[in-house]
């Protein structure tokens, strides 16, 4: 059943156009995933398709009730932003609209809200469309991706997942037609060369034919004739060559590797130790006393619900708060989301150069893994977006004199791509990433332990996010017969050695080993 449909969109931001979209359809109970760079136009989108923008140009026809979850910003003192976002969505439901649009509904929410959130969108009784930068949430509710780019529509079958395997065969098979253009161009190219060559040489006189013979043989109209003809050759070579359809490369992203200081004198080292360290703020207490290290080259997760005290722990690091205490080889780069860092008034390049040790080839390595190629680097930051902001704010941290990484919430405001991207860097990167955040996807990618929040306590768990949600404790043996294994297991060492080499003492021992068996059973 047709809910939705929409034909010749487009849709101008200003004198740019942002989406020339054919036709696209909505139908009952379909699960939509909208992804796009930031700035792609999907928050645009929605607004045409609920009837809160009109397009440009086309139409948009309704056959059923249309409800638009917006984007929210966090305004309200009194009540937190996972709240809020709880609360709109509880309204949508309440309504019950055949079609629910949902711009970043995950924004604001801890892990477990986002799993609620999942299980809501899994009984839907309709179809949605979402914009949603969280892979696994995406994943978990979507059978079916829409992607924006350069203004058109594509439409993928699957989950996000399913969505990434597709582009990633794309980018396989371009760059196959990639080397396939090149290998016949250059084919072409030297057949072309040879040809020149031969049409060059068929106008000269043979070296072992005399110019008296040549004049009575009629060598030179010959050699005239088979000149024209490889000419004419050579001329059809270039036509094939212009009609060749060119193929751009795929893009490769260079590797990176950098000099970090103090490498050898932290690297698999304990760097940082928390020893008693206690969470109260304002005499309320986030955690019980805490003891836990941290070695040099480990990248740490810190997960837990909204308010028990994440951030809190972040600056505690970062002000070596007394229970802190840090290897002085150890140099911190902190990243909060107020990108206080940044200078507006200069560019991406002067802003990322100003407190790098690196060479300008290896910064422009780094901003282009972050997607600012050749002349975006001279954009002044005002007039950057603000996930391109926390992109140009990270790579200013990451290519400054420092071995530790401290991020509190780096994805919030960047696009799926930018994420990736991000993920990118910091897998290769050999220094310490000590990190926040909700995004699953992002802490199953980075993360080899991870701190847990949980019920007032603050606990390490060596090992992944996957490894984490898979993991089962062994079952608590019961302290009594523990105790008893050992004793039997020290009864039957004393036994042998006695009677090998008897003497008091062994005998002492044995007798109070049998008297402790005894208390036990």
């Known amino acids: 059943m047709l809910l939705l449909e929409a034909n010749e969109l487009k849709i101008y931001i200003k004198d740019r156009l942002i989406a020339d979209i054919a036709h696209l359809a909505i139908h009952k109970n379909e699960r939509i995933g909208l992804v796009g760079r930031n700035g792609s136009g999907k928050t645009t989108l929605l607004e045409v398709l609920s009837n809160q923008r009109v397009p440009d140009e086309g139409n948009v026809v309704r056959h059923s009730v249309t409800e638009l979850l917006p984007q929210l910003k966090h305004t309200d003192q009194y009540i937190s932003g996972g709240e809020l ?45 979402l914009v949603s930068h969280d892979r696994a949430f995406l994943d978990a509710v979507c059978t079916k991706i829409w992607e924006i780019e350069e203004g058109k529509l594509k439409e993928y079958s699957g989950n996000y997942s399913d969505y990434k395997a597709k582009k990633d065969q794309e980018a396989r098979e371009q760059q196959l037609a990639y080397e396939n253009y090149e290998r016949k161009k250059a084919q072409l190219e030297n057949a072309l060369e040879l040809k020149v060559k031969k049409a060059e040489r068929a106008t000269k006189k043979p070296k072992n034919v005399s110019a008296s013979e040549a004049s009575i043989t009629g060598a030179k109209p010959y050699f005239a004739k088979k000149e024209k003809k490889l000419q004419k050759t050579a001329k059809s070579i270039e036509t094939r ?22 490498e050898r004198t932290f690297k698999n080292r304990v760097i940082m130790r928390m020893t008693d360290l206690p969470g109260i703020i304002q005499e309320r207490v986030l955690w019980k006393p805490a003891t836990l290290h941290i070695k040099g080259g480990e990248k740490v997760a810190i997960v837990g619900p909204n308010g028990s005290g994440k951030t809190t722990l972040l600056k505690k690091i970062i002000r070596q708060d007394d229970g802190i205490s840090i290897s002085p080889a150890v140099k911190i780069g902190y990243f909060s989301q107020n990108i206080d860092i940044l200078d507006k008034n200069k560019t991406i390049l002067e802003n990322v150069t100003s407190t790098s040790k690196q060479d300008e080839t290896f910064i422009r390595t780094i901003l282009a893994r972050l997607r600012f190629l050749r002349k975006d680097v001279y954009k002044p930051v ?107 297991t020290k009864i039957t060492e004393v036994l042998s050695r006695l009677s090998i080499a008897p003497s008091e003492a062994l005998e002492k021992e044995f007798q109070a080993l049998l008297k402790r068996k005894r208390e036990l059973q």
């Open 85 to 129: 976002t709880q609360e709109y969505i509880k309204g949508a439901i309440a309504r019950s609209p055949e079609i629910l649009l949902a711009d970043e509904p995950t924004t604001n929410l801890d892990t477990s809200h986002i799993e609620w959130m999942e299980k809501i969108m899994k009984g839907w009784q309709g179809a949605y469309v």
């Open 241 to 262: 060559l212009e009609k060749l359809e060119k193929v751009e490369k795929a893009k490769e992203l260079p590797s990176i590797k950098m000099d970090l200081p103090n």
């Open 382 to 488: 005002n007039v950057l977006s603000g996930g391109e902001r926390v992109k140009v704010a990270l790579a200013k941290l990451f290519v400054s004199d420092i071995n530790t990484l401290i991020l509190d919430e780096p994805t919030n405001f960047l696009d799926i791509e930018a994420v990736e991207a991000l993920e990118e860097l910091l897998i290769e990167y050999e220094g310490t990433i000590i990190f926040v955040s909700h995004d699953r996807r992002f802490i199953e990618k980075i993360a080899n332990r991870l701190v847990i929040f949980e019920d007032g306590e603050l606990t390490l768990f060596d090992g992944s996010y996957h490894d984490y949600l898979n993991y089962e404790p062994a079952p608590e043996r019961d302290t009594k017969e523990d105790q008893l294994l050992i004793i039997e």
